[in-house]
Structures are given as C-alpha cells and as structure tokens.
Nanobody, 122 residues
Framework: VQLQASGGGLVQAGGSLRLSCITSGRTFSSYARGWFRQAPGKEREFVAAIMWSSGTTLYNDSVKGRFTISRDNAENTVYPQMNSLKPEDTAVYSC????????????????WGLGTLVTVSS
C-alpha cells in the first residue's frame, strides 16, 4: 500500500493550487481518504477528507468554502483543490487512508504518504 502526494509549491496569497494523492497496491473502495497538514512548530492538523465509496466529504472549518476535495475512481486519486490561499495555509500537506469512516483524527488513518510542501507568500 503506497500513497504518493504531489502538487505543492510556492503561490501568492489569493492564489490556487491543486494537490493530488495517488494510491497503489490495494483496492480502497471502502476507505476514507484524508489530508492533513503540519506547519513549522505546530501540530498536525486535519484539512479535509472524502469517503471513497459515497463521495461524502468533511472539512476543517478553516478551509471550508476555499478548499474542495474530490476523487477520481479510475485514477485512484484524490484531489484537494485549494483556492484563496492564505499565508497561514503554509504547511507540509500529507495524504492518508483509513479503513474506517470519515474522521478528523490522524490516529484513525493507517496509511500515509510523504508530504508535499505548500508555501503561500503574502
């Protein structure tokens, strides 16, 4: 089971980025897929999640209305579209998969990929 995140980079405040997380090695039809972020000196924070089978989504209040998470079944990939980015969104973003229902708790996710750095300049 492998998850690979990509799409990070440097963007100005107000700009957009789309991250992606591709999964390989196993069928995840019943899994939840989540994104978390960790800024320097801060704890890991839940960003958004999507239930693979139903498409049900869950968001951190700080990104509601700005971020949209979606999935592509054929590509086995999850995409968080991040709009209206703010300097406080700067962090390493990591994707994860859980053999359970949607959750905001990182402990519920068993599989993790390496993160991708998002830097938002003011």
């Amino acid at each position: 089971v492998q998850l690979q995140a990509s799409g990070g980079g440097l963007v100005q405040a107000g700009g957009s980025l789309r991250l992606s997380c591709i999964t390989s090695g196993r069928t995840f039809s019943s899994y939840a897929r989540g994104w978390f972020r960790q800024a320097p000196g801060k704890e890991r924070e839940f960003v958004a999640a999507i239930m693979w089978s139903s498409g049900t989504t869950l968001y951190n209040d700080s990104v509601k209305g700005r971020f949209t998470i979606s999935r592509d079944n054929a590509e086995n990939t999850v995409y968080p579209q991040m709009n209206s980015l703010k300097p406080e969104d700067t962090a390493v973003y990591s994707c994860a998969a859980a053999e359970a229902a949607l959750s905001t708790e990182s402990e519920m996710y068993q599989y993790w990929g390496l993160g991708t750095l998002v830097t938002v300049s003011s």
